[in-house]
């Protein structure tokens, strides 16, 4: 049984990871928290003692460390004896971050794809860019690897495959939508980094469909969506990390992936993109200074951290699985229903920071139990669901189902 988790990040997300960490320190032990301001790590212990968090009394320590610096890592790992690493950083130290776990064989989780800093939406399939040539050296040093363990991607890859494992012979399609019916009350912000979240839509939008990647633009494909609980929404096709593993997974199926946008974001995102400020190249001022726009966007909105105390409404984040059972269409609803103020009430974050928090704690528990402890690296969707789904009833994000339109359950 693998103890003791450092987690990496000390954000919205990582707030969540933190507070289910201590709920949970019976199974994970020890438990530490790094990012390069420790302050920030000390603001979220604060929150996890003010809510009385865990479970039982056991250690919670904050560190400083550089995430980009794999040698400082390794050593923070071996530091605090950590055989689990949830790194909810940015998407930028995702490499570093797993080569410190190989080199100590401590097991890796996070919650997104890598990202180069000076690349924005490489070619697909971008797990293939970066962390899958890590694959064959896991494997070798039977080092777990869990990529894409937040919520989409995450909980939306095992909700395909519980969906194709229980319900179809033959899949052929998976939309994933991703709808945030909340609102938070400011004129524009994003709901988590900007610089990260920005980036997924400046490039080119890839799906995809008839067995081979194609290509669209930003809000050039959208459709309405009738989803229980927020009910009709205007939903993007946008490019996202988990099309690139189901694609490789399910080749046969179309896999798309639709986030829900209003028009007051459009526009305002329209603006910024068309006035450059959503370039990640350098500018120089008329004062001779070097300023990156994106940077500069990013400091003048509000921290999606700050955006909690007033959040109020639900999210509902799906997947549509289409395929056949002896040779009759089977149509399945996968989904889960968060509320933005249960979030902030239970852990202080708003639920976007919940539905991404949450799951790679339950990661964690399985790797720590062994149910999920790979020796190998995987992409959620290759790993059990249901075990995965058992836990997250229990942490707070349920899951649903309908099946040709009528609710069941999914462990019926």
Not at 72 to 88: E, F, K, S, W, Y
Not at 220 to 228: M, N, Q
């Amino acid at each position: 049984m693998k103890r003791n988790v450092l987690i990496i990040g000390a954000g919205g997300v990582a707030q969540v990871v933190a507070h289910k960490c201590a709920q949970n320190n019976d199974i994970l032990g020890d438990l530490h928290i790094a990012s390069r301001t420790k302050s920030k790590c000390d603001a979220i212990l604060q929150t996890v003692a003010d809510k009385a968090a865990m479970k039982q009394d056991g250690v919670f320590k904050s560190h400083s460390v550089d995430a980009m610096d794999s040698a400082a890592v390794a050593a923070l790992i071996r530091q605090t004896g950590a055989q689990i690493v949830i790194n909810v950083g940015t998407a930028f130290v995702n490499m570093t971050v797993l080569d410190a776990c190989i080199e100590t064989g401590a097991a890796y989780i996070d919650t997104a794809i890598h990202e180069d800093p000076e690349k924005i939406c490489e070619t697909p399939p971008w797990y293939g860019n970066y962390e899958w040539k890590k694959r064959d050296l896991c494997a070798e040093k039977g080092v777990t690897a869990i990529l894409g363990a937040g919520f989409d991607p995450g909980v939306v890859n095992a909700f395909a495959r519980y969906a194709i494992d229980t319900y179809m012979d033959d899949v052929t399609s998976i939309d994933i939508v991703d709808i945030n019916a909340g609102s938070h009350g400011k004129y524009f912000a994003t709901n988590f980094d900007p610089e990260i979240n920005f980036r997924e839509f400046t490039g080119t939008v890839y799906y995809w469909e008839d067995q081979k990647w194609k290509e669209t633009s930003m809000f050039a494909s959208g459709r309405e969506w009738d989803l229980p609980v927020v009910g009709k929404q205007k939903a993007y096709q946008s490019g996202h990390d988990e099309v690139h593993s189901l694609a490789a997974n399910y080749p046969k199926a179309d896999v798309r992936f639709w986030m829900g946008f209003g028009d007051h974001y459009i526009n305002v995102f329209t603006v910024l993109q068309n006035l450059g400020l959503l370039s990640e190249q350098p500018v120089t001022t008329a004062e001779g200074l070097e300023v990156v726009p994106l940077k500069v966007v990013k400091a003048c909105l509000p921290d999606p951290s700050s955006l909690a105390p007033d959040y109020t409404g639900k999210t509902c984040i799906g997947d549509l699985v289409k395929g056949t059972r002896d040779g009759a269409p089977v149509e399945v609803f996968v989904y889960n229903v968060a509320d933005h103020a249960e979030a902030y009430a239970e852990v202080g974050s708003q639920g976007i920071s919940y539905t991404a928090g949450v799951p790679p704690v339950a990661a964690a528990m399985l790797v720590a139990t062994g149910e999920w402890d790979a020796k190998a690296m995987k992409n959620v969707e290759e790993l059990d669901p249901k075990p995965f789904f058992t836990l997250l009833d229990k942490m707070g994000l349920p899951t649903r189902v309908e099946v040709n339109g009528t609710d069941t359950a999914w462990n019926a």
